[in-house]
């Protein structure tokens, strides 16, 4: 069955970075894209991008462009979410998600989520 | 970009009610929509894609409509389990600020 399994939990300082993986099995990894989506508490749901695991093409939303970096292994079918410049406001659970693709465009599998938390 | 606009945002509504969501694109997108039901502490699920068809084992009982900029979930008769918070989203791209919908 298809599984996104993220990383756990994180507590970040201002200003660093965090990292965050979603590890894939199930399926063929190459065949999908991931996307990038995360919840502040509270809060609605905020695209973050999406990146293609055949080549590590890429597209960002505009809030995220310079400060987000999505790549790709595939010899482990593991994706990779680095967020820059952490500031309070980015404290979030943050989700990786399966793009059904062009037979089911919306996303049909979703990770368990990675809650981040920013805090001096 | 794109923007979409969710209505309401919070929706009382009791078992056995019908129940309307709307959401709004800032400009046409055809069909390019996908709602989902997302649960306290849990990842979102996807009901509807291509603003109509039902992802496999979502009851009969939601449907999806619309086209170009304007866009709707319905839910025919509301159940227990449907109290939950509602995301459209441009597919590929942004969401709607989310409906809330809860016992009256």
């Known amino acids: 069955q298809v599984q996104l399994v993220q990383s756990g939990a994180e507590v970040k300082k201002p200003g660093a970075s965090v990292k965050i993986s979603c590890k894939a099995s199930?399926?063929?990894?190459?065949?999908?894209?991931l996307h990038w989506v995360r919840q502040a508490p509270g809060q609605g749901l905020e695209w973050m991008g999406i990146?293609?695991?055949?080549?590590?093409?890429?597209s960002y939303a505009e809030n995220f462009l310079g400060r987000a970096t999505m790549t790709t292994d595939t010899s482990t079918s593991t994706v990779y979410m680095e967020l820059n410049s952490l500031r309070s406001e980015d404290t979030a659970v943050y989700y990786c998600?399966?793009?059904?693709?062009?037979?089911?465009?919306?996303?049909?599998?979703w990770g368990q989520g990675a809650l981040v938390t920013v805090s001096s | 970009d794109i923007q979409m606009t969710q209505s309401p945002s919070t929706l009382s509504a009791s078992v056995g009610d019908r129940v309307t969501i709307t959401c709004r694109a800032s400009?046409?997108?055809?069909?390019?929509v996908a709602w989902y039901q997302q649960k306290p502490g849990k990842a979102p699920k996807l009901l509807i894609y291509?603003?109509?068809t039902l992802e496999s084992g979502v009851p009969a009982r939601f449907s999806g409509s619309g086209s170009g900029t304007e866009f709707t979930l319905t839910i025919s008769s509301l159940q227990s389990d449907d109290f939950a918070t509602y995301h459209c989203q441009h597919y590929n791209s942004y969401f709607g600020q989310g409906t809330k919908v809860e016992i009256k």
């Open positions: 990146i293609n695991p055949n080549g590590g093409s890429t």
């Open positions: 998600a399966r793009d059904g693709g062009d037979y089911l465009p919306g996303l049909d599998y």
């Open positions: 291509r603003a109509s």
């Open positions: 400009q046409s997108i055809s069909r390019w």
């Open positions: 199930g399926y063929t990894f190459n065949d999908y894209y």
